[in-house]
């Protein structure tokens, strides 16, 4: 305890000299930064810009702005998912997916030093921790990547994400739990009603399922449209022995916008 005291000091005091010498720049704006409090770097101005306010958002889908009667989502959906079945119970999302946000994961998608990614995971959790932990996850799984994709792209977000989310609510992050089968079209290519069917059959259960038995499960990916694929890899943990599976992605998108 008091090793991670003084290291906690001692990093303290090196990022502050550190900023005095070169100081930070926004990695949204690129505005001076700054950094005094912040476990990320992302200024104020940004980050009001990126992130909307819990009752914006269904619970059950992410939703933006599909709210039910009296200007509340409930826990039987809103108007966009209240007929649709998922397997997974909720999503927690930062923001729309659009403007700033849409630019700052496009960026994301080619940060092969993980920087961006990972002052968005901060991001992230600075605003939806608690959120997170009354969902009470036992383990925090990403979405994987096919080794197509990632040997072209160097780096799978969702990866960075989850790490930070396992750091900060102290559970078990699963990198080897989901594996892809096989290479799907990217689902922005695809019309609604055919992304469930693109990627049904395209995740395995690759884990000890002993260490999956009974678990609630956060299932991190950076984008999330209709949910298909989050839909299809939270099946595929349910079966595997999961109790439950939840969600948590960057950004929403909504019908009439693609990736």
């Known amino acids: 305890m008091v090793y991670n005291f003084v290291k906690k000091y ?46 914006e958002y269904c619970p059950r889908c992410g939703a933006i702005g599909f709210l039910m009667p009296g200007g509340h989502s409930n826990k039987d959906g809103c108007f966009e998912c209240w007929q649709q079945t998922f397997q997974f119970s909720g999503v927690t999302i930062l923001g729309k997916y659009s403007e700033l946000l849409r630019l700052v994961i496009l960026r994301m998608k080619h940060d092969r030093d993980g920087i961006i990614s990972s002052n968005m995971a901060r991001l992230f959790m600075s605003v939806r921790e608690q959120e997170l932990r009354h969902g009470t996850p036992d383990l925090v799984v990403p979405i994987p990547m096919h080794f197509v994709r990632r040997f072209f792209r160097g780096v799978n977000n969702p990866i960075f994400f989850a ?84 969600i948590a992605v960057y950004g929403r998108t909504m019908k009439e916008e693609k990736p």
Request: include cysteine; hydrophobic fraction near 40%; proline fraction near 5%.
């Open 10 to 55: 001692i990093y303290g005091f090196l990022f502050d000299v550190a900023d005095l010498i070169c100081p930070p720049n926004c990695l949204a704006c690129q505005k001076p930064l700054d950094r005094v409090h912040k476990k990320h770097l992302f200024c104020d101005l940004c980050c009001e810009k990126m992130i909307v306010s819990l009752w």
């Open 163 to 246: 790490k930070e989310i396992g750091t900060e609510l102290k559970i078990p992050v699963c990198l080897n739990f989901l594996h892809r089968t096989r290479y799907t079209e990217p689902q922005f290519n695809l019309k609604p009603n055919h992304r469930f069917n693109n990627v049904r059959g395209a995740f395995a259960f690759v884990g000890r399922k002993e260490l999956l038995a009974g678990k609630h499960v956060l299932l991190v990916d950076d984008i999330m449209t209709t949910g298909a694929t989050c839909n299809e890899a939270a099946r595929v943990l349910r079966e595997a022995g999961a109790a439950s599976v939840r």
